[in-house]
């Protein structure tokens, strides 16, 4: 059957933006269509350049298939292609007669291709693409700069201008949703090989129950999170950064409902959307900032065997250092890691073993649920000092993390079984136990003197010269 040209169709390509409640794209092209088609197309070039890990492809999965749901229960369905983003994009729009395509704004230098490849692809089709800010941030990227410059590179001053800008307004999802008729590829599976045991299911459904959880719990909620949100065993973070990163919860909607609540924790939390709108303008501004120093700082990494076989005890939790392995090691377990935790782990890798911060980088991309190419990258070179920190020789030693951050001990416990039976405050320096409890204990010495890695680190930077 051909296209009724008197018909208006548009297409709304979903990419990071999982979701039906405050969607720009959906809601502009509900508005001025007579149909819709809700479009996810599974990137071969996603694939082809590793991000389709298993603990996101099954949060993936999940999440699509919430929101096939929720598409449906408004009269319409998630239809599904797979392969270049660009080719399938062009095939749908002449199989309905699309007049325009709807896409979330993103950062990524991937992005940017896709979009100039969907301007491409999309020439002599008569449909006009039209890209939405503020889906995947509460802020544009851009839209607030300091004077004569692209982006702030200085979080503190950013976060005055955010503070003091207006979001847009929070938008309905669709009461009904008319998609014509087009083929459509599965769904993907759930089950994919290699997930981590413990990962969370993803979902709009999943992540607004959450939100309303958190927002209502006092004791270990949004009110606590000040107080609170650097406790290791207290696990009184929100939890919602892989929704976010699925674009499952609008990041828009999130920063107006915690003002609403109001409160010092709230406050608190809606500062960390800013960090993630901060780095976000960053990386739109400074693409290179994915692979490439940010600030050139003359590191000469640790290379060789012996610091591959360090960065392996690294990665595997075998450090000798209890809080550095737990929190590896809570990472292996659920996809996921409390956000002191990736601080101190990171700060270990770059500062103690004096390793690049691109291997720490690409081991939380495999195993993250909420890896984001924006937060991982900028927040690696931040702890490693060739980010945006303003003192880039800051090094977290992890038993004064340790000692402040999990006092008694319990989150080492958790997650480090060999050491659940020492008691207390021991349990951070296993190494000064009697040499006959130690030979009980399956646990390695640590692999480095603390100091150690900060001293090649200022060696290496010419920062122990005179003068």
Do not use: I
């Amino acid at each position: 059957m051909s296209p009724d040209p008197e018909r208006r169709v548009a297409v709304v390509l979903f990419t990071a933006d999982l979701r039906v409640h405050d969607h720009p794209p959906l809601h502009t092209a509900v508005r001025r269509a007579d149909a819709v088609v809700p479009l996810f197309v599974r990137d071969s070039g996603v694939r082809a350049a590793g991000f389709d890990a298993p603990n996101r492809a099954a949060f993936l999965a999940r999440a699509l298939e919430s929101l096939d749901e929720e598409l449906r229960a408004r009269g319409g369905r998630l239809v599904v292609r797979e392969g270049a983003v660009a080719e399938q994009v062009r095939a749908v729009v002449e199989e309905v007669g699309a007049q325009e395509v709807h896409l979330a704004a993103d950062v990524s230098g991937y992005a940017a291709r896709r979009e100039e490849a969907l301007r491409t692809a999309l020439e002599g089709t008569g449909a006009a693409l039209h890209v939405h800010d503020a889906v995947c941030t509460v802020l544009p990227p851009g839209e607030v700069t300091p004077t004569g410059k692209d982006h702030f590179a200085v979080f503190t001053p950013y976060f005055r201008r955010w503070s003091g800008s207006s979001h847009r307004s929070v938008l309905a999802a669709p009461r009904r949703v008319e998609v014509p008729r087009v083929a459509s590829a599965a769904l993907p599976p759930r089950e994919v090989a290699g997930v981590s045991p413990q990962l969370e299911p993803g979902g709009e459904r999943e992540g607004r129950e959450r939100v309303r959880r958190w927002l209502a719990r006092s004791a270990s909620g949004v009110d606590a999170y000040e107080e609170r949100h650097d406790d290791l065993p207290g696990d009184a973070t929100s939890r919602l950064s892989p929704y976010l990163h699925f674009g499952c919860l609008s990041p828009v909607e999130l920063a107006d409902r915690a003002q609403r609540h109001g409160g010092v924790g709230a406050e608190a939390f809606v500062r960390q959307l800013a960090w993630r709108d901060f780095h976000h303008q960053v990386l739109a501004a400074r693409p290179a900032a994915a692979h490439a120093d940010y600030r050139p700082r003359g590191d000469r990494w640790r290379s060789g065997a012996a610091a591959e076989r360090d960065a392996q005890s690294w990665r595997e939790g075998r450090t000798g250092y209890p809080v550095v392995d737990a929190a590896m090691r809570q990472l292996s377990a659920e996809g996921w890691m409390h956000n002191r935790a990736r601080l101190l782990a990171a700060s270990f890798l770059t500062k103690t073993l004096y390793l690049d911060w691109r291997v720490g980088a690409a081991h939380f991309l495999e195993l993250l649920v909420d890896g984001d190419v924006a937060n991982n990258q900028l927040n690696w070179q931040w702890v490693a000092g060739t980010g945006t920190d303003t003192r880039p020789n800051r090094v977290l030693n992890p038993l004064a993390q340790a000692r402040r951050f999990d006092p008694e001990g319990a989150y080492v416990r958790l997650w480090v079984p060999e050491l659940a039976g020492v008691a207390g405050r021991a349990v951070h320096e296993p190494w000064k136990l009697p040499p006959e409890r130690r030979a009980e204990l399956d646990y390695p010495e640590p692999l480095v003197e603390l100091g150690a890695g900060a001293d090649r680190m200022r060696r290496a930077r010419g920062l122990d010269r005179p003068g």
